[in-house]
């Protein structure tokens, strides 16, 4: 199991006339922590792309627990359970800086070939990425 | 059931690099068509909230089948199945002018009492509304 | 000179905990004004890529007079006083139902040739359906 | 004179077709930019709004020079010259991590007080907090 963590800030954009974050931003908060851990690896879905392969998402889903508000300083967890093969499943935690957790979330993205825009199976390189860091979390047990 | 369909026109804002609209704004278009179809009823979620009653989300999930590209003139219908008491459950299908399914997903939305920031039902002005949308669909069919 | 108006429905995702829309939203229906502008003269931006040139925005401003509230059905006025050469100069005049005037803006948009990526004239197709455009409205006075 | 710098990463969700970020989301990196200097000052925009002011904004321009692009890693710079009176002027510069120029711009904000929601002086505690900044700044030069 992979378990990275990531800090997001809330800006004032993203408060709605409830004085809390609307809740459609936790989906792009979700996908800034999967871009953090991609830089974390050392690679960016942008060399995902170069590579000729996109991440389109599948399927997303989203469970509102507590509210953020503006200017708090979130803490994203990405949980990432099984190695990629045609998807790529990562769960998500949201807290809060009293560490309280405001949202939980999951996400499934599949691969596709960008020449052919065909579903294909996830890059080599990229699962041997996540086995090589699931090692070192585990090591770290 | 309630079934109720507003056009939603992709902007070029909602693109992102893969020139396709980037999954997040889903949820604003089911967010949108809730509004549309609130305005049909003749009330405006602005009247929900002036009357002290909050609608917070609780859970969005949505299933990602065909990409919608700019311009593309959307159909979003909401299918409401079941009259809500402590929660608004909605169910949402995503076409494009082909009329291709695009995307399919569904909301919770709780009651919350905007004076105790507590739970509460839903209104009774909003479940008769409902009720009344309901029996013109059935004396349609 | 040109003028068209486009209605834009105000959606709850762009309020902020201020209660009213966020400014950053105005450069967003400028820039729906224009595709809304394109589609009325028969084309879209989307063939103007296609066609190979990228309209790049240069500059915008904005001047917020008063503020638009969830569900306010606005008008933007586009307003194009001059055919493009190098550059695509429009103003913008926002109203509410009330008919209010809440901000005025203009954008400057340059013409660039996709292929190399440098700075070019407007397509002659295109200032020829402005010039068209211009004549109807001159005949209309 | 003040000058304040922070980082800014590029999302995903900010890209558009065109491969770039989209132009209205430098409306948002400057906004940011202005709540990442108050958190610098030792406060938040949210207890400008707890103590009854709300900063509504009044003009904004923008010019673009170059793109950012997914992943950037991006430096905005506020610049303020003056102490704010009825009006709070900030200029920004958006670098790349290259250093590159991308972007340049300008706000104006006015102060309302929230319960009569009539224009204002800016608070004394926030023109004193900037007065003490100038002087630091002075004092390193």
Redesign the interface.
Known sequence: MIIFETEI?V???D??????V????Y??YY??AR?AFM?HLGV???DM?ASGV?M?????????KR?A???DLLTVRIIIKDLPMARFVAGYEVYNAARELLNTGSTTLGFLNKATMRPCRAPEWFVEMLQCEMDKNNNNE
Chains 1, 2, 3, 4 share one sequence.
Do not use: F
């Open positions: 800030r800006w004032y954009v408060t709605d006339q409830m004085g809390i609307h809740h459609s931003n989906i792009k996908e800034e871009s830089r960016s879905y942008a792309e996109l389109p998402i599948l399927h997303v889903e989203s469970d509102y509210s508000r503006y200017d």
